[in-house]
């Protein structure tokens, strides 16, 4: 479904289920140069199982319109004017790579109306290497290939979202390509990448949480290793919130990598 927010269209995948704003609502936040498909187990488990699922499409990116994001803070209030065009009260955020930096520094200005807070190959901070940033605006299709080769531990997963024996790496390419299209006038890769590379509120926004947060770390994650995201769990602790950690057997795409793996960490977490 498409909701109305800063007065661009944003589309929102629900999971095959009919919107219902008084349910306990789950927010699926994609990572640079992503889609909401990318949840695709994840977001059709919840919304089976009693969950109201907001998996978007950011803002510029593939059926969403408006501006696509230049910077995680404007990210940030998107999501708070989302959950104010839906009508949803309270929510659990959960964000992957760029996402998760979008979640968090929403969770930390949103407060009491973040539940739950779960942070998918994660890391602070999110550098971004120079010579990458330069491929994805000089030489998108070299970059997305770097990106995939990277973010990959295997090239066929078995099983993985879309079935035993897809293709991740081959899905990968042609999902990248399909969101670099959607966006004639930005550039939405490297619009990304210099978000992420630029954002320096990890851990002041850890500070401000008010919810429990679930660190979901693929253990052979290239992209953003486990060790990156520590400084943001002393953080979390040091502030007196609930940690929970998944070390997940794969790379950064945990989601079709080991969708299994991965639903059954945020399944448990969200269930507290």
Same mark, same amino acid.
């Given at each position: ?192 990448? /210099?978000?992420?590379? @630029?954002?320096?509120? *990890?851990?002041?926004? $850890? ?6 947060? %679930? =660190? +979901? &770390? ?24 609930? /940690?929970?950690?998944? @070390?997940?057997?794969? *790379?950064?795409?945990? $989601? ?6 991965? %639903? =059954? +960490? &945020? ?6």
């Amino acid at each position: 479904m498409h909701i109305q927010v800063n007065g661009a269209a944003i589309y929102c995948y629900t999971g095959g289920k009919a919107f219902d704003a008084a349910k306990p609502t789950v927010v699926f936040i994609h990572g640079v140069l992503n889609d909401h498909s990318v949840w695709a187990l994840q977001s059709r488990y919840m919304a089976n199982h009693g969950w109201n699922v907001l998996a978007i499409d950011l803002p510029g990116h593939c059926k969403s319109g408006g501006d696509a994001p230049a910077s995680v803070e404007q990210a940030a209030d998107f999501i708070g004017a989302l959950l104010g065009a839906a009508g949803v009260q309270r929510a659990a955020l959960v964000g992957h790579s760029w996402g998760s930096l979008i979640a968090m520094e929403a969770a930390a200005r949103l407060k009491d109306r973040v539940s739950h807070l779960v942070l998918v190959g994660t890391a602070f901070p999110m550098k971004v290497s120079p010579a990458l940033i330069e491929a994805s605006q000089s030489d998108p299709e070299k970059a997305l290939r770097m990106v995939n080769v990277f973010s990959r531990n295997t090239l066929a997963a078995p099983p993985s979202a879309l079935g035993p024996g897809t293709w991740v790496f081959g899905t990968g390419m042609a999902l990248g390509r399909r969101v670099l299209r959607s966006n004639p006038a930005v550039n939405v890769f490297h619009r990304g990448f /210099v978000a992420c590379d @630029s954002y320096a509120g *990890g851990e002041a926004a $850890m500070a401000q949480l008010t919810c429990p947060v %679930l =660190f +979901a &770390l693929g253990a052979q994650d290239q992209m953003t290793p486990p060790k990156a995201a520590q400084g943001l769990v002393n953080a979390a602790r040091a502030a007196g919130q609930s /940690v929970s950690i998944a @070390s997940l057997p794969v *790379g950064h795409h945990q $989601m079709t990598e080991a969708p299994e793996e991965t %639903l =059954f +960490a &945020l399944r448990d977490f969200l269930a507290r």
